[in-house]
């Protein structure tokens, strides 16, 4: 491997001043909130959830801090030495901070983010008509005590100094996912879909644990500083290996094909831990680990490759299944997915994209958290209904909240000028960059991905706030009259607050290329490459397929009438995105059912082979024994016989083995 391939290693100071010295205050705050919360009991029932917010708001005001005290792009990246963590011979692992452009960043989301979903908690989950039947609010500061553990796992993901320590936060988020995913654990789904996650997540960690256990093997180290500077000692078969391990961590826990069948089925917790995981932190954390390996990925063109097709594939397929949902927290999910998929796509461009995914991951951070709290808005005002076929109209009694989710509908499609369009304009105009085949392909899928999310997203708008006000005459699940009506302002104010953001986050990130060039020293230079369209066309290309989307959602949804339950009769298509392009049967077939036969198997072998042997040989001792227990008659004359005849065969022995 030449050196001429790599990125140039970036300087790595040591953490200066009192803020940089004590940023290990920016986890331990959430994770102290965490602590107490969950050891405290019932006593903190009553201000537990005013503590859970105060430790994540001052954990963002320490963020904003430490963002000031590094300054801007020219700054190197700090490191912050803490303790010795795995002293074992050859093997030293120290934990650490590492402070650079590109974990600042994260901090800032997954903190400031994070303070408005954790708000808005305090008004959600206040009424929690899900909650266990006599304890009323207790469970909420059980709930926030999860949110803060979950927070806290992420920071140390994301601030770690080695692939190790991201590992142990990595780790964190996946134990926080499935407390909150499983957080109503008296519902069986939730109860299921917590152990999904959890299990689909074990399959993606094991390819992350392998490439850290392959780069100590041939590094000897797993530290970013020394694993970068040295990545040119690494044969090309042993990078493309790596990145191979890494992508499919990235698949888990970001929600990746062929692991993205977790995620949708996630919506089975509170709408806020929805918001969380979708938004701010979780699903983030496989972008960071491609975004963060950026100088391995650079060196191997075919991993590249494999990141950019996961990616484009995943956009397509969240896209397809969310055009089919009436669930109004699934096609948001499915959103997700294809959303995260387009930043895959960014990040495997290389150096072309690196840049851009994290530009477009935190204005998705905005608009998906304004969507996500919105739907819960929705969802409170509407007994907890999540069938967009009994909304309609209901933009008359949520007005702030159908503000807010057009902000963030518009800039989730893409509107011209909003935070949607920027990020996501300049992933497709740098996917035909790619050349030959692949700028075709990859441009051409993330355009058609375009279409296809102004089509879905604009059903659900005009489900759920235009239209005939189906609800009027229907009852809820639980027997109960709809009686919609606006949130609470601990509910509406993070709402718009979001919306603000999902406005100005992408002219503000944009503006003078302010965050590529403030993200060049952890992620190098954006390379801008010569596209296979015109680059005055990409816009007016994808502004047009957006703009048929919309059109054909207004034609199919928005001037018919809406059908109380889903048409059975539809297109072999629309059944196949119904069942999830049939992921989950795949994932039945080619992992549950082996593994299931596989047990069953082993448990028979245990059963009749290791447990019949015992048995057998046990079996086999006692009968011998009840044999001899025959010859113990307690009669002297029975023993004295024995002896004869016992001495009589020695005798007779002994004579004919001296007979020649």
Not at 231 to 249: F, K, N, R
Not at 345 to 368: D, N, R, S
Not at 460 to 475: C, D, I, S
Not at 564 to 583: I, K, W
Request: glycine share 12%; proline share 4%; aromatic share 10%.
């Amino acid at each position: 491997m030449t050196t001429s391939m790599l990125a140039a290693p970036e300087p790595v100071q040591a953490a200066q001043g009192a803020i940089q010295n004590n940023a290990w205050l920016i986890i331990a705050i959430p994770l102290l909130g965490a602590a107490v919360l969950l050891l405290a009991g019932r006593r903190a029932n009553g201000w537990g959830h005013l503590l859970g917010c105060a430790t994540v708001i001052a954990s963002f005001g320490y963020a904003l801090a430490l963002f000031t005290s590094v300054g801007g792009a020219e700054q190197a990246a700090r490191s912050l030495h803490l303790f010795s963590w795995i002293p074992v011979n050859s093997l030293q692992v120290d934990f650490g901070l590492r402070i650079d452009p590109l974990s600042l960043v994260f901090v800032l989301l997954i903190t400031g983010v994070g303070a408005l979903i954790h708000i808005y908690s305090i008004g959600y989950m206040a009424h929690d008509q899900q909650g266990r039947v006599g304890r009323g609010n207790t469970e909420r500061r059980r709930f926030f005590g999860y949110l803060n553990l979950f927070v806290a796992a992420m920071l140390i993901l994301v601030l770690g100094n080695s692939f190790v320590t991201l590992y142990l936060g990595w780790e964190g988020v996946g134990l926080a996912s499935y407390l909150l995913i499983g957080f109503w654990q008296q519902r069986p789904s939730a109860a299921g879909a917590a152990t999904k996650a959890f299990v689909m997540n074990r399959v993606g960690d094991v390819g992350l644990a392998l490439a850290i256990f392959l780069l100590y093997a041939r590094l000897g180290t797993t530290q970013y500083s020394e694993v970068f500077a040295r990545a040119g000692e690494l044969s090309t078969g042993t990078v493309l290996a790596i990145s191979l391990l890494l992508l499919l961590g990235a698949c888990g826990k970001s929600g990746q094909v062929p692991l993205q069948a977790w995620l949708p089925d996630a919506m089975e917790g509170p709408t806020p831990v929805s918001a969380l995981i979708h938004a701010a932190t979780m699903v983030t954390a496989g972008v960071y680990l491609i975004a963060r390996a950026n100088p391995l990925y650079t060196m191997t063109e075919t991993g590249q490759l494999v990141v950019a097709i996961v990616g484009a594939v995943t956009l397509l397929v969240g896209c397809v299944i969310g055009c089919a949902y009436d669930d109004i927290k699934k096609v948001l999910a499915y959103s997700t997915v294809s959303q995260i998929g387009y930043m895959m796509l960014a990040v495997g461009l290389g150096p072309a994209g690196y840049a851009l995914g994290i530009m477009h991951l935190l204005t998705h951070g905005f608009f998906k958290a304004a969507l996500f709290l919105g739907a819960g808005s929705v969802m409170h005002g509407m007994r907890d209904e999540v069938d967009m076929r009994k909304f309609g109209g209901l933009y008359r009694y949520m007005p702030i909240t159908f503000a807010t989710f057009a902000v963030g509908y518009l800039a989730l499609i893409g509107f011209p000028f909003l935070s949607g369009y920027y990020s996501k304009e300049a992933i497709i105009a740098a996917a035909f960059g790619e050349p030959g085949w692949q700028g075709w392909a990859l441009g051409g899928a993330a355009v058609l991905g375009a279409g296809l999310t102004a089509f879905y997203m604009t059903r659900l708008m005009l489900l759920t706030f235009f239209g005939e006000r189906r609800w009027q005459h229907r009852t809820a699940s639980d027997g109960g009259e709809f009686h919609p009506h606006e949130s609470p302002a601990v509910m509406t104010g993070p709402m718009i607050v979001l919306g603000v953001g999902s406005v100005a986050a992408g002219f503000l990130f944009t503006s003078g290329e302010r965050l590529v060039h403030f993200l060049s020293p952890a992620l190098g230079e954006l390379h801008e490459g010569h596209t296979v369209l015109p680059h005055s066309v990409i816009p007016v290309f994808t502004l047009g397929f957006s703009a048929l989307g919309v059109l054909v959602a207004w034609l199919a949804v928005g001037r018919r009438p809406v059908p109380e339950t889903a048409p059975s009769r539809v297109s072999p298509l629309v059944r196949a995105a119904r069942a999830d392009l049939y992921g989950n049967a795949l994932n039945r077939a080619v992992a549950v059912r082996p593994t299931v036969g596989l047990a069953d198997g082993l448990a028979r072998f245990d059963r009749v082979g290791v447990d019949g042997a015992v048995n057998g040989v046990a079996t086999t001792l006692g009968a011998a024994s009840q044999v001899l227990r025959r010859w113990q008659t307690g009669f002297v004359r029975s023993y004295a016989m024995s002896m004869l005849v016992g001495g009589v065969l020695l005798v007779a022995a002994l004579l004919s083995v001296g007979t020649p």
